[in-house]
T-cell receptor, first 115, second 111 residues
Framework: DTAVSQTPKYLVTQMGNDKSIKCEQN?????MYWYKQDSKKFLKIMFS???????INETVPNRFSPKSPDKAHLNLHINSLELGDSAVYFC??????????????FGSGTRLTVV | SQQGEEDPQALSIQEGENATMNCSYK?????LQWYRQNSGRGLVHLIL?????REKHSGRLRVTLDTSKKSSSLLITASRAADTASYFC???????????FGKGNQVVVIP
């Protein structure tokens, strides 16, 4: 039973396309996140949702739009993909609203390659 | 946002040896966490240490926290080949319910 599952694991697409990444957690956690990991393994938070409400929206191009239909799901839609969007995108979840008091559970990542 | 900085960034050791890595941060924190990332996988939470704690153990892991120096260390004792991974520290110093991650330490354990 995968706790935080992301699909797809790999995504190769052309510049200008629109793509989505899906994330689901079966842990009953209240808060979910999207992180971007670049080629140097630096992790940067993009978005966070608590019980379907957006609580963190970092300085991310508005081509990136998260959607949380319920607290177990947080999807990421990316419009007009650019070469610089190539990275590994991680979904994560944690308990509680003060989410930094708990460890995060990460998905296995989606490696996005824009060509 | 606040970032931890791990040091050293790459470490290669023989199986059975101990591995130590450090992390420094810039502003006050409520807690600090360490994560492991195996190649091609997601991060796995290892340990959380609160700002009022100085040391914490979990199996072969020992974490220390020195809030006066704004630094933490992660010690892996009796390393195994399976410990080969990148190790990240993360702090809540960025505020607003976010964890900010450092750059990560690559540890290679040679069998």
């Amino acid at each position: 039973d995968t706790a935080v599952s992301q699909t797809p694991k790999y995504l190769v697409t052309q510049m200008g396309n629109d793509k989505s990444i899906k994330c689901e957690q079966n842990l009953g956690h209240d808060t979910m996140y999207w992180y971007k990991q670049d080629s140097k393994k630096f992790l940067k938070i993009m978005f966070s949702y608590n019980n379907k409400e957006l609580i963190i929206n970092e300085t991310v191009p508005n081509r990136f739009s998260p959607k949380s239909p319920d607290k177990a799901h947080l999807n990421l839609h990316i419009n007009s993909l650019e070469l610089g969007d190539s990275a590994v995108y991680f979904c994560a979840s944690s308990l509680g609203q003060g989410a930094t008091n708990y460890g995060y559970t990460f998905g296995s990542g989606t490696r996005l390659t824009v060509v | 946002s606040q970032q931890g900085e791990e040091d050293p960034q790459a470490l290669s050791i023989q199986e059975g040896e101990n591995a130590t890595m450090n992390c420094s941060y810039k502003t006050s924190i409520n807690n600090l966490q360490w994560y492991r990332q195996n190649s091609g996988r997601g991060l796995v939470h290892l340990i959380l240490i609160r700002s009022n704690e100085r040391e914490k153990h979990s199996g072969r892991l020992r974490v220390t926290l020195d809030t006066s120096k704004k630094s933490s260390s992660l010690l892996i004792t009796a390393s195994r080949a399976a410990d080969t991974a990148s190790y990240f520290c993360a702090t809540d110093a960025g505020g607003n319910n976010r964890l900010a991650f450092g750059k990560g330490n690559q540890v290679v354990v040679i069998p």
